[in-house]
């Protein structure tokens, strides 16, 4: 099992689950080496998908410091943020084919948009097969500074 596959797994079973990293520890104690406790450190109970969980870790491996669930203007949280861009990892499930939460993922990147925090949207597919074009995105973004809080 890869690095990234433990931690996606890790992340699933502390957000089904509703556990931390400390009750993962504790309820496995003995049975991991030093290894696996280290990548528990990477770990986070409330990263949704495994999509998420790659996102993150992908773009922290490369230096980002990224946010899990941020606080969206409109209300409610989105998955990541950089900066003040949001990113959104999609299912088609919970997305595309439930029309209610459609139409509120446009809402609130309207919204968003208003508020200077524009929305990149990535799909399994973009997050499985197409990460190097994903990764040049943001990182023209960035590169861009265009991620940089200016209200201060």
Not at 8 to 26: F, I, P, Q, Y
Not at 96 to 116: F, I, N, P, V
Request: charged letters at 35%.
């Amino acid at each position: 099992m890869s690095r990234e596959d433990f931690i996606v797994v890790v992340d699933s079973v502390l957000n089904t689950k509703r556990m931390t990293v400390e009750d993962l520890r504790a309820a496995m104690d003995g049975l991991l080496d030093a290894k696996a406790d280290r990548l528990l450190e990477k770990c986070d109970p409330r990263s949704q998908s495994g999509t998420e969980t790659l996102t993150r870790v992908r773009l922290r491996a490369r230096g980002y410091k990224v946010q899990v669930q941020p606080a969206r203007p409109s209300g409610g949280h989105s998955d990541l943020a950089v900066g003040r861009l949001i990113i959104e990892c999609d299912s088609k499930k919970h997305h595309l084919l439930d029309e209610a939460q459609y139409e509120r993922d446009r809402l609130q990147d309207r919204k968003s948009l208003l508020a200077h925090r524009p929305t990149f949207r990535l799909t399994y597919a973009m997050v499985m097969h197409k990460w190097s074009d994903v990764l040049e995105d943001i990182e023209a973004f960035v590169r861009a500074d265009r991620h940089r809080d200016r209200s201060c």
